[in-house]
């Protein structure tokens, strides 16, 4: 008989924890092991339960979810899934956690004590079974040097759409600081999030790495130079107007793939727009968003690099993109972002 997904619960709240035992052990492959309420009663349970997942709430007395997170990454490595209220601060508090090695996250739909909890079960449960199997060691890529690779020259492409989903946010922070101020080409980002906090990791990018990063507006003119994350809760298009290209905004279209906004749309515009001169990005992340729109790109002539397996936290995403034989290469981070520096041609 396969053994159960031992979850331990830690919030501070008795009824949010009796509540999300209940919603988690409707599912007959988890078993809530424990049950805490601050994070030195989390210490002692993680040393005797070893749990395969841990779902962790920031706001505790004497010791937060961001302190506790740092303690299970350093000592006991595990993944942990945030469950954060949806409001700005708790946007804020998610991205610091991803970035400090957090798995995912799932938005409380109505404050720190959320009764409907029950209206995200399906994404709960769904991501504490992708937790279990999550190489959560692979959380950030290692530093590397690239300069040798930022000399000026004339692309060979004339855009990049990057697919990211789960553990992809330290990767698109990876990515976009390493590459230089003036690559040339603006890059169309999906990285899976509700609105609220698709426009707060924009922010925090733009903040850490003094790039131009923002969330996309509905019919803004696309700028060379600039990285745009897709708005969460909308899908994204490119439009040709002229001589120039616009991003569109569809809010009627439900999710594509369960997500929204959803690469594919993204990716398909690209290949529409940009032909041959584009160039798709895979990166971590369960499912096979980005997958279809990433076939486009290949027949027109662009190119499909997707996340090595060794370096993914979840290797989903990558691994559909493999499966349809449309992928040019298969690459750790580094090698991301030194490929995508090598679609420079003629140095000079």
Not at 92 to 116: C, H, M, N, W, Y
Not at 139 to 154: A, L, M, Q, S, T
Not at 196 to 221: D, P, Q, S, Y
């Amino acid at each position: 008989m396969k053994r159960k997904i031992k979850v331990l619960i830690v919030d501070d709240s008795f009824l949010m924890r009796k509540l999300i035992k209940e919603i988690l052990e409707e599912d007959p492959e988890i078993k809530v092991v424990g049950m805490a309420k601050d994070g030195f009663e989390a210490i002692k349970l993680i040393k005797n339960l070893e749990p395969d997942v841990i779902t962790l709430d920031y706001e505790m007395p004497e010791m937060n979810g961001i302190e506790l997170l740092e303690k299970i990454m350093k000592y006991k490595p595990t993944p942990c899934i945030m469950v954060s209220a949806y409001t700005k601060e708790g946007a804020e508090i998610t991205l610091e956690a991803l970035s400090r090695g957090a798995f995912d996250f799932v938005p409380k739909p109505s404050g720190q004590l959320s009764l409907d909890i029950i209206k995200v079960k399906n994404e709960l449960i769904g991501k504490v079974k992708a937790a279990k199997d999550a190489n959560i060691k692979n959380f950030r890529p290692k530093e590397e040097d690239f300069e040798r690779f930022k000399k000026r020259g004339i692309l060979g492409i004339s855009c990049v759409g990057i697919a990211s989903s789960t553990g992809g946010t330290v990767l698109i922070e990876y990515i976009i600081k390493n590459l230089p101020d003036d690559i040339g080409v603006p890059f169309f980002i999906v990285q899976h999030m509700p609105p609220l906090f698709t426009k707060k990791f924009a922010e925090r990018i733009r903040e850490i790495t003094g790039k131009n990063v923002k969330e996309t507006e509905n019919n803004e003119e696309v700028k060379p130079n600039t990285f745009y994350i897709a708005k969460g809760g909308v899908h994204v298009f490119l439009e040709k107007r002229g001589n120039s290209v616009y991003l569109v905004h569809k809010e009627d279209l439900p999710p594509r793939n369960g997500v929204k906004p959803s690469a594919d749309y993204l990716f398909e515009s690209i290949a529409e727009i940009y032909e041959g001169k584009s160039c798709a990005v895979i990166l971590t992340g369960m499912g096979r968003d980005g997958v279809e729109g990433a076939k486009e790109i290949k027949k027109k002539g662009g190119k499909v690099f997707v996340q090595n397996k060794e370096t993914c936290l979840i290797f989903g995403m990558p691994k559909n993109a493999i499966k349809e034989k449309i992928v040019d290469m298969v690459l750790s981070p580094g090698e991301i972002v030194e490929n995508i520096l090598n679609l420079r041609r003629n140095y000079v």
